[in-house]
């Protein structure tokens, strides 16, 4: 099972990476579009996150709260992150 600290280090240098955003400018509790992150990207980094983590993820997953922190929670209530 994946750990949810190293999910969420994972997704804040994915989007860091993308956005091309310092470390103290990113948020996890923000929403994805308020640093540009659009629904493309966002579903980009669903198929990375499924080859990296070896998991299935549910596009609604990034899309109900569109946020770090969110998509953590989205994953640790389906069973994939503990």
Same mark, same amino acid.
């Given at each position: 099972m994946v750990d949810a600290a190293a999910l969420r280090n994972w997704?804040?240098?994915y989007v860091r %990476? $993308?956005?091309d955003l310092e470390a103290d400018t990113?948020?996890?509790?923000?929403?994805f579009d308020s640093y540009g992150f659009d629904s493309i990207? %966002? $579903?980009i980094m669903a198929g990375v996150m499924e080859e990296e983590f070896?998991?299935?993820?549910?596009?609604?997953m990034v899309f109900d709260d569109p946020s770090i922190d969110g998509v953590v929670a989205a994953l640790r209530n389906a069973g994939?992150?503990?």
């Open positions: 997704l804040v240098d %990476a $993308v956005l990113l948020s996890t509790a923000a929403p990207e %966002a $579903v070896s998991i299935r993820i549910e596009p609604t994939l992150v503990a």
